[in-house]
C-alpha cells in the first residue's frame, strides 16, 4: 500500500466487556485511556494488513489447493481419455424391455434409447 499508515503508539487501557458490547450511551464521554487502545488496536491490526496483506495464510491455502488440485488431475480413475469416452459412447450397451431389444447410445451430449430391429 503506498498510503501511509496513521501511527498510533500510544496502547491505552482495553475498556470492560459491558462497555464494548453495549457501547458509548448518550451522554458518555469516551475516557482517554479506551479511546487509545482503540486507536492503537486500530493501528496495530492495520499495520499487520499493510505489512504482509495476510500473504502468509493465502499462500498456504494456495499451496492447499494446488495440492487438491494436482491430485485430482493425477486420478485416472475420474478421468478418461478421449479414446475411453468415444469407445464407452459406442460399446452399445443394451437393455431388454419387455421381449425388445433397445442400444443405448450418447449423441451431442444426450442419452438415446432405440430399438434394434
Not at 55 to 81: F, G, S
Not at 92 to 99: A, E, L
Amino acid at each position: 500500500m503506498a498510503e501511509q499508515l496513521p501511527k498510533w503508539d500510544a496502547v491505552g487501557v482495553e475498556p470492560p466487556t459491558v462497555l464494548k458490547t453495549d457501547g458509548w450511551q448518550p451522554g458518555m464521554k469516551p475516557s482517554a485511556q479506551h479511546m487509545n487502545w482503540l486507536f492503537n488496536r486500530i493501528y496495530k491490526c492495520l499495520e499487520e494488513i499493510q505489512l504482509n496483506g495476510g500473504t502468509e495464510e493465502i499462500q498456504q491455502e494456495l499451496a492447499a489447493l494446488q495440492e487438491l488440485v494436482a491430485a485430482h488431475q493425477a486420478d485416472d480413475v475420474r478421468h478418461i481419455t478421449a479414446e475411453e469416452r468415444t469407445k464407452w459412447n459406442n460399446a452399445g450397451i443394451t437393455d431388454t424391455i419387455s421381449g425388445k431389444t433397445y442400444k443405448w447410445s450418447m449423441e451431442n451430449g444426450g442419452l438415446f434409447l432405440e430399438e434394434v430391429l
